[in-house]
């Protein structure tokens, strides 16, 4: 069969496209690794054309055939490309053309490139999620197996980035397995809206031809199909949603890895990076540096920066489709490698450091955070709050004085301030006692914690 212009739409036109124009128009640069969903996509709706009565048997076969085997080019690198055909879209269906004639020019029936790229993104959002769940989850098994081996492991909790009240290392790494809990959780969510069918929505008023869209929606796995021709060629809030949870699931990675940037600076010393994941100075010879942890940091703008792209790029578009859409595909693809790069690399290295479990502990010695402790003993003994609040400020002024600890403090000293005071006090405030005595519900207290890891155990179990 001859076709005689490069452009589906060339019959309307005399004149050729300036260059210059099929430059800046051509998304096949970005948009062919969407290839294997188009022809995934393709081949259902052939193989769906054919049940309805508008392909015969023998062209569906040739077509699926021609399909498989293009595929199988674009995979081994034996595929041209060319920027006059503008998309993978375009590439896919020349090519057919060109391997089994006529029948390859009757699949697009039916169908409209506005609602053959929007299947391609949902198709390639779908495995996205599903691999990004499965990332959280190494993720959160590396946290688990942390958690379990520092159970006992007394570190300073901080607000405001000061020093607190004593926590195990095991809490606070568990309460990013809950971040990373949600985020897993939000990106199932999300998938919900991303699994929906826009074939068969054509160019925005569906076809006259007789289509079965139930049949599409079965043999690509898509349990509901969009109910509005015109929202499901226009629609891309799944892929804000998307971006929306990549934000969400950066911030966290980021917090995350700015904490142990900190930790491993000569202030806080309570990680060390092993080798394999840190560099070093180009001047400084004795300098080891995090940067892996620093560019997790870094790279997090470069998602908020695809979520703005994208809420920008619709927020002034009228119905349906119009050609801004094209620019959605390259946020959405650099924020999905961006999210999947990072959690490919933070597993093995949250996996292969060494936390200081002594430093820790002296840092957890230090800086009064045994001063609520003290406060609740008096609570117990009938001081009321504020009062209580009051006396321990007062004593650890004196012991900022006397650079003493409170701990160390003699009763008859702590008897001046208060005759609540009894000879029990001592043990009430060491510091085991004060993580121990953490029983509320979500608290610190190493049967807590345990119980935590054991149903983080069970969670991850979970689909």
Known sequence: MAIKSKKVWGGRFDGETHKQVETFTASIHFDRRLASYDVAGSIAHARMLGKCGLLTGQEVEAIVQGLTEIAEEIAQDRFHYDAALEDIHMHIERRLIEKI?????????????????????????????????????????????????????????????????????????????????????????CLGRVNVLPLGAGALAGTTLPIDRAYVAKLLDFPQ???????????????????????????????????????????????????????????????????????????????????????????????????????????????ADTIQQILEVLPPMLLALSFRPERMREAASSGFLNATDLADYLVRKGVPFREAHEIVGRIVRECLETKERLEDLPLSRLRRYSPAFGSDVATFISLEACVERRRSEGGTSSRLVGEAIRRGKRMLRQP
């Not at 053959?116 to 197996?145: F, K, M, P, S, W």
């Not at 958690?147 to 990013?176: D, F, I, K, N």
């Not at 998307?242 to 806080?268: D, G, I, K, N, T």
Request: proline share 4%.
């Open 225 to 335: 199909v969009a109910r509005n021709s015109i929202d499901a060629v226009s629609d891309r809030d799944f892929a804000i949603e998307f971006l929306s949870c990549c934000a969400l699931l950066a911030m966290h990675l980021s917090r995350q890895a700015e904490e142990l940037v900190l930790w491993a600076s000569a202030e806080f010393a309570f990680v060390d990076f092993p080798d394999a994941f840190a560099t070093g100075s180009s001047i400084m010879p004795q300098k080891k540096n995090p940067d892996v942890a620093e560019l997790i940091r870094g790279k997090t703008g470069r998602v908020y920066g695809a979520l703005a792209s994208l809420l920008t790029l619709l927020k002034g578009l009228p119905l349906s489709y119009n050609r801004d859409l094209q620019e959605d595909k390259e946020p959405v693809f650099d924020a």
């Open 101 to 189: 004639g006529d029948p390859g020019a009757k699949l697009h029936t039916a169908r409209s490139r506005n609602d053959q790229v929007a299947l391609d993104l949902r198709l390639y959002l779908r495995d996205v999620i599903r691999n990004v769940r499965e990332q959280l989850r190494t993720l959160q098994g590396v946290l688990v197996r942390q958690a379990e081996t520092h159970l006992g492991t007394v570190m300073p909790g901080y607000t405001h980035v000061q020093r607190a009240q004593p926590v195990l290392l095991a809490h606070h790494l568990l309460a990013y397995f809950e971040m990373f809990q949600r985020d897993r959780e939000r990106f199932a969510d």
